[in-house]
């Protein structure tokens, strides 16, 4: 225990404007500093830590009255014979009172605390994912972590965060059946850690140990028709379709230009060069990634002699306007996601049976087997990716003539298919 020298509180009251002494010792390193702040008293706490002489501030008298004093005291000397730095702990403490109170004024504004998941996971969205990735893509990234991720993870540090905590979230996702999603978050999830790593909001990604902890996804590929005679009634029976004719032109096109569905409902009729026989389709329409849809070259897509046919009639239904498929209750907008495959359902093909994207898989397994045309020249028309710079130049320039005749070869080939000819494969290969 500390030997006191100030007998009480009287002696510090009895302290005049005049007296020259600059400070009382009460022992053992504490004393009051007299006429400190604009003449009031000021606490002191003298110690020793690692060789080194430190002062300690415990307040100004008499707001902090002597007991209140030699208990701060005590409690300063208790940590220096732990070993600790009073002043440290004194700054980390008021740090950490900060640190709550922001996290107050944050969760009263409806925001999540600095350094929780939530609150790190916001930022990669805004600057890094929603940079790389469309603004659809990018929207169902952050409705994913907002209904299975944030409720759960998001108010947590980040760098407290193991990976069991992280798939007991994602088995809640897994539980109700939703496999590929739960993968999907997961991937996101990861991304936000190495994120958080790349910052200094922790230390490690758990993410990267769940690779075998989830079931896996069962691919599910688009249902397509390949047999030769199947198609073959597939394609008479959207010749006869009795609904909308600008439903039947949209059938009749998802079979000539193996766009995906979304790039044909989408298609304009400014795209449309039926004289030269080419449709243009915008690097901002096109499945690509957000650079290359802000910079990158259009889609060509070689017009058959039959597509510019099935354009040339549709042009005086829909020409006046924008889309060359507009909906049906406005033409500010273009025709429904599932136009074209509830004219399938009508026509008697299931989900199971034929899909608008499905049409893709058909034209890339027969061209390919039937037609003898090779892989990267088909690959070039669907627009599939091609992992270098180089790669997808030259299948925008070297593979042009190759693809204009490999469409009017296709287009030919389903004219004899719905005529009921018998086809057989072609020996060889298509120039």
Same mark, same amino acid.
């Given at each position: ?14 302290? *005049? ?19 400190? *702040? ?61 640190? %709550? ?84 978050? %997961? ?103 957000k650079a290359d %849809? ?10 058959a002699a039959q ?52 049409f893709r898989a ?56 719905? *005529? ?12």
């Amino acid at each position: 225990m500390a030997k006191y020298l100030i007998p009480s509180d009287k002696t510090l009251k009895a302290i *005049k404007p005049d007296d020259e002494r600059k400070r009382i010792n009460d022992g053992e390193g504490l004393y009051l500093q007299l006429f400190v *702040k604009g003449g009031s008293h000021g606490w002191r706490f003298a110690y020793s830590l690692a060789g080194r002489r430190n002062i300690l501030s415990l307040g100004t008298y008499p707001d902090t009255g002597l007991a209140l004093a030699r208990q701060k005291a005590d409690e300063a000397r208790r940590l220096v014979a732990e070993g600790q730095d009073p002043s440290a702990a004194r700054r980390e403490a008021k740090a950490e009172t900060q640190r %709550k109170r922001q996290a107050e004024r944050l969760a009263d504004a409806g925001l999540p605390p600095d350094g929780s998941f939530e609150a790190v996971a916001r930022e990669w969205l805004t600057r890094v994912h929603g940079v790389k990735v469309s603004a659809g893509h990018a929207d169902r990234t952050r409705i994913r972590l907002e209904q299975d991720a944030f409720p759960w993870l998001g108010r947590r540090p980040i760098a407290e965060i193991e990976a069991p905590e992280l798939l007991q979230a994602l088995r809640r996702v897994e539980g109700r059946g939703a496999i590929e999603t739960a993968h999907r978050i %997961k991937d996101a999830c990861g991304q936000v850690f190495r994120y958080g790593i790349a910052i200094g909001a922790c230390a490690r990604n758990p993410a990267a140990d769940l690779r075998d902890a989830l079931q896996p996804v069962q691919t599910k590929h688009h249902a397509a028709i390949v047999d030769p005679v199947q198609v073959g009634k597939l394609l008479r029976d959207m010749h006869d379709y009795q609904g909308n004719a600008v439903t039947r032109a949209a059938l009749a096109l998802s079979a000539l230009l193996l766009l995906r569905p979304g790039e044909l409902r989408h298609m304009e009729w400014a795209w449309v060069d039926l004289d030269g026989g080419m449709l243009t389709v915008p690097a901002e329409v096109m499945k690509r990634k957000k650079a290359d %849809k802000a910079d990158g070259p259009p889609h060509l897509v070689p017009l058959a002699a039959q597509a510019v046919a099935v354009l040339r009639e549709l042009e005086s239904l829909t020409g006046a306007g924008r889309f060359v498929f507009p909906a049906l209750t406005s033409k500010q907008r273009c025709m429904s996601e599932n136009t074209v495959r509830s004219a399938l359902r009508r026509l008697g093909y299931g989900n199971d049976d034929m899909t608008a994207h499905g049409f893709r898989a058909t034209a890339r397994t027969m061209i390919a087997e039937r037609l003898g045309v090779p892989a990267e020249v088909i690959e070039a028309q669907l627009a599939h990716a091609v992992g270098d710079a180089l790669g997808r130049a030259y299948n925008r320039t070297q593979f042009a003539e190759q693809r204009r005749a490999m469409m009017q070869a296709w287009a030919d080939y389903l004219d004899k298919l719905r *005529k009921g000819a018998d086809v057989v494969p072609i020996k060889g290969k298509a120039a």
